[in-house]
């Protein structure tokens, strides 16, 4: 394999792997916080079409998450509401969110199709993108993808080493001993189901910004449902989503650089590789129970009322 091949490979895997990223680490802090949303994919989709309609109307990348952000802890908000303070159910919940975005996001994008709009450009560092080797791998992407490492440097420094964190996988843990100790379950909860919107829908913004600069119907493709099981396949720790989102992300890039690579396989078994990669990764985790309950919150997805 050549330098160049191999720079190719190593940096459409980054790029790929971001969107996974930020979905992931958004649901984990979701999950710790033991509230499950279903709803990623969904939240993905209004935030790829919020960034993309801001982004080609004003030609402002900086807004266009912002309003992707916000469209999509809309939707989180929504989600709070009907299973936290109305204990609706969150598997079915989480369902109907992702039913609801796919629909939205077709009817609102209908006449956005074919529009041109501004992509996210690399970060401009002259001095080290000129590195040999070394520039072209690691100095050469866009803010959005360094935004993705300060994401999981700050949610693995929050978990581990803040009393806020502590509080969240307390509430994780058990919402009844929390609340019986003075903790605002509610108000934590809450603000972990709208951090997980918040950072879906910059992973929706980088799909239609970024990774495919077009709004296309549908254009998330499963990579919500990936998320999901990121987090599972990473038993809920930030470092293995990052390693997860990272092997799924080089999956999807075989695909396109698999003629390069000599290997003369047909092209849609290719593009089914990282959806099989999920389903195999899942079944091997879950072969051992104790793996997959290592630290999985013990009240994920149980509903909790401090009046109940």
């Not at 790029?15 to 990223?21: E, G, K, S």
Request: glycine residues 10%; proline residues 5%; charged residues 10%.
């Amino acid at each position: 394999m050549s330098s160049d091949l191999f720079i190719a490979i190593f940096t459409s895997t980054i790029v790929a792997a971001t969107p996974l990223v930020y979905a992931a680490l958004g649901e984990l802090v979701v999950e710790r916080a033991g509230v499950l949303n279903l709803g990623v994919e969904g939240m993905m989709l209004i935030g790829a079409l919020a960034a993309f309609a801001v982004n080609a109307s004003t030609g402002h990348t900086g807004l266009a998450y912002m309003a992707a952000a916000l469209a999509a802890a809309l939707l989180a908000l929504l989600f709070a509401i009907l299973t936290l303070s109305l204990q609706a159910n969150q598997v079915a919940t989480g369902l109907a969110l992702t039913l609801f975005g796919l629909g939205l996001s077709a009817f609102l994008g209908r006449n956005l199709a074919g529009m041109p709009a501004v992509t996210l450009q690399p970060l401009a560092l002259p001095w080290l993108r000129d590195l040999p080797l070394i520039g072209p791998l690691l100095f050469r992407f866009d803010a959005a993808v360094y935004g993705s490492l300060l994401l999981y440097w700050a949610i693995s420094h929050f978990l581990r080493n803040t009393r806020a964190g502590l509080r969240l996988r307390a509430v994780g843990e058990s919402a009844t001993v929390a609340h019986s100790l003075g903790q605002p379950v509610m108000r934590i909860r809450y603000a972990a189901t709208l951090f997980g919107g918040l950072t879906s829908g910059l992973a929706g913004a980088y799909l239609s910004t970024a990774l495919t600069p077009m709004w296309v119907e549908g254009m998330s493709s499963g990579r919500g449902w990936i998320a999901l099981a990121l987090v599972v396949f990473a038993t809920w720790r930030p470092a293995r989503v990052l390693l997860g989102a990272y092997l799924f992300g080089g999956m999807t890039v075989l695909q396109l650089h698999s003629q390069a690579l000599g290997l003369h396989v047909p092209s849609e078994a290719l593009s089914m590789l990282p959806y099989i990669a999920t389903i195999v990764v899942l079944v091997l985790i879950c072969r051992n129970p104790k793996t997959i309950l290592l630290n999985q919150p013990a009240s994920l997805g149980r509903n909790f009322h401090p009046d109940a």
